[in-house]
Every structure is written in structure tokens, then in C-alpha cells.
């Protein structure tokens, strides 16, 4: 089980023997069901050939995470502009 408070897998020793044939299982065959050997929050583990970070089909970024950093480069490039723009007419005044 994966206690979020504490970012932590909590489990028996049985639960973890379990786990790690399950990741042998995975490693040799490139796929393991967890089933019902093991209580998780996953139902699978499953090789990559690419980390899942990199991986596009793994991305972690959500909708209101893509808006709230494009909206943050938007406002950096507005006032980029409007600082560009008040240089220019400052010295076009001198």
C-alpha cells in the first residue's frame, strides 16, 4: 500500500516476497499481473524501453498544470514586451 502522506510503500514481508517475484516475473517476461497474490494500488507492472518521465504515453503533466505554465510564459513575455516597448520609447524621447 502506498501511504501518501509520508511518500512511503508500507507493506508485509510476505507482501514484499510477493512483490519483488512479481518484478522477476516482469523483468523475464516484460509483463506481470499483480492479481490477487498482492493488495495494491497497480493492477500490472510493465518493462519500458524508455524512462516514464521520457516517455510521451507516460506523461505525468496534467491539463491545468500545461495552462497554468503557459499562462506563466505568457505573462513573462507580456511584460517582457511591455518593458521593451517603454526602453524604446524612453530613449526615442531623449
Known amino acids: 500500500m502506498w501511504d501518501k502522506e509520508t511518500d512511503t510503500l508500507l507493506e508485509s514481508r ?3 516476497k510477493t512483490l519483488k517475484s512479481k518484478i522477476e516475473t ?3 517476461n516484460g509483463r506481470a ?6 493488495e495494491a494500488d497497480f493492477s500490472d507492472i510493465k ?3 524508455t524512462k516514464p518521465a521520457i516517455s510521451s ?4 503533466e496534467t491539463i ?3 495552462v497554468t505554465l503557459y499562462g506563466c510564459l505568457l505573462s513573462v513575455a507580456t511584460c517582457l514586451g511591455i518593458f521593451i516597448f517603454g ?3 524612453l530613449i526615442k524621447l531623449i
Open 64 to 66: 491545468p498544470e500545461k
Open 57 to 60: 504515453e507516460h506523461t505525468t
Open 33 to 38: 499481473e499483480i492479481g490477487d497474490d498482492l
Open 47 to 49: 518493462i519500458l524501453e
Open 26 to 28: 516482469a523483468l523475464k
Open 14 to 16: 510476505e507482501g514484499l
Open 87 to 89: 526602453c524604446y520609447s
